[in-house]
C-alpha cells in the first residue's frame, strides 16, 4: 500500500477511521483490524438489483426484460470475515479497505 498516490491515501484514511457499529460494538476498520477482529476477506458476487416482486408485477413486457437483465448482472461484494464466529458471519467493506487488510495480513 505504498505506492498510493496522496488523494488514494486521503481517501483510505477516511473510509479506515469512520466509526461503525459492528455486533462487538462501535469501532473503526482500521481499529478491528488491529485487534483481529476478521480472520479472512473474501470478494463474493451479488447481483445489481435487489428482486422486488411486487415492482416486477406491476412492469409491462420491455420493463420486465429490463429488470431480469438487471437482475442476471452481478457486481463485487467485499466482505470481511469475523474471526472466530461459527456462524461465518461478515461484514461489507470498500474495496481500499479490503485491499489495506489483504495487506496487513500478508
Same mark, same amino acid.
Given at each position: 500500500?505504498?505506492?498510493l498516490t496522496a488523494a488514494n491515501l486521503a481517501r483510505l484514511n477516511a473510509a479506515l477511521d469512520k466509526q461503525y457499529r459492528f455486533?462487538? %460494538? #462501535? !469501532?473503526?476498520f482500521r481499529q478491528a483490524i488491529e485487534a483481529g477482529r476478521f480472520s479472512r476477506a473474501e470478494v463474493q458476487e451479488i447481483p445489481s438489483v435487489q428482486w422486488n416482486r411486487v415492482k416486477f408485477n406491476r412492469m409491462d413486457y420491455r420493463q420486465q426484460a429490463e429488470y431480469q437483465r438487471k437482475l442476471d448482472t452481478t457486481k463485487p461484494d467485499y466482505r470481511l470475515f469475523y474471526a472466530g464466529c461459527p456462524h461465518g !458471519?461478515? #461484514? %461489507?467493506?470498500?474495496?481500499?479497505v479490503l485491499d489495506y487488510f489483504e495487506s496487513v495480513t500478508a
Open positions: 500500500m505504498s505506492n455486533f462487538f %460494538g #462501535v !469501532s473503526t !458471519s461478515s #461484514v %461489507g467493506c470498500p474495496k481500499i
